[in-house]
Every structure is written in structure tokens, then in C-alpha cells.
């Protein structure tokens, strides 16, 4: 299984994006679905996740911002960003846990100008 990232791009602060992640089959037994994002010189961290039960968690910095929503029937994951701040500058990465594996999509840039 393949996860494409994709949605990313420049963006003034205040600003809107929508991220994809794209799975290339379906996965199976998934545990949780999350994304993250790692901006330079800085540690990769969690920004939202979702499991298999529709439960969400997000990363302190996005609550209410940030929005994890899944589309089973077309194996994508979204996150809808609003509200962008310059600090949300980062690679971001979409991950699945199928309990088994841990897939990881190939991250996608967002840059928020001030």
C-alpha cells in the first residue's frame, strides 16, 4: 500500500487548505489514520488523528483550526485547514496503522506567509 499526499502549497496567514492522502488499495483492520509535520530543525509531531470509531484528536497548536475527516469509498484521508498561522509552516505527512504495518505518504509542503 502506497499513501500520496497532496494539497499543499503557499498560503498567506488567515488562509485555507485542504490536504489529501491518498491510499493506492484499501487498508484493511486500520487502527487510526493521523497526519504530521515536521518543520525544519523541528521534531515531527501529531497534528490530528482518527480511528477506525470516527474518534479525533488534535495537537493543541490546531484545535479548532484543523479539521481529520476520512472518505472510505475513495481510501482518502483529509485535513482541512483554516485559520493559518506562519508557525504551521511544515512538511506534512499522512500516516495509517493497520495494526500491523505503519504506512507513511511522502509529505506535502505547507508555507504560511505572514
Known amino acids: 500500500v502506497q499513501l500520496q499526499a497532496s494539497g499543499g502549497g503557499l498560503v498567506q496567514a488567515g488562509g485555507s487548505l485542504r490536504l489529501s492522502c491518498l491510499a493506492s488499495?484499501?487498508?484493511?483492520?486500520?487502527?487510526?489514520m493521523a497526519w504530521y509535520r515536521q518543520a525544519p530543525g523541528k521534531q515531527r509531531e501529531l497534528v490530528a488523528s482518527i480511528t477506525s470509531g470516527g474518534r479525533t484528536n488534535y495537537a493543541d497548536s490546531v484545535k479548532g483550526r484543523f479539521t481529520i475527516s476520512t472518505d472510505n469509498a475513495k481510501n482518502t484521508m483529509y485535513l482541512e485547514m483554516n485559520g493559518l498561522k506562519p508557525e504551521d509552516t511544515a512538511v506534512y505527512y499522512c500516516n495509517v496503522d493497520d495494526r500491523t504495518d505503519d504506512y507513511w505518504g511522502q509529505g506535502t509542503q505547507v508555507t504560511v506567509s505572514s
Open positions: 488499495s484499501r487498508i484493511f483492520n486500520i487502527n487510526s
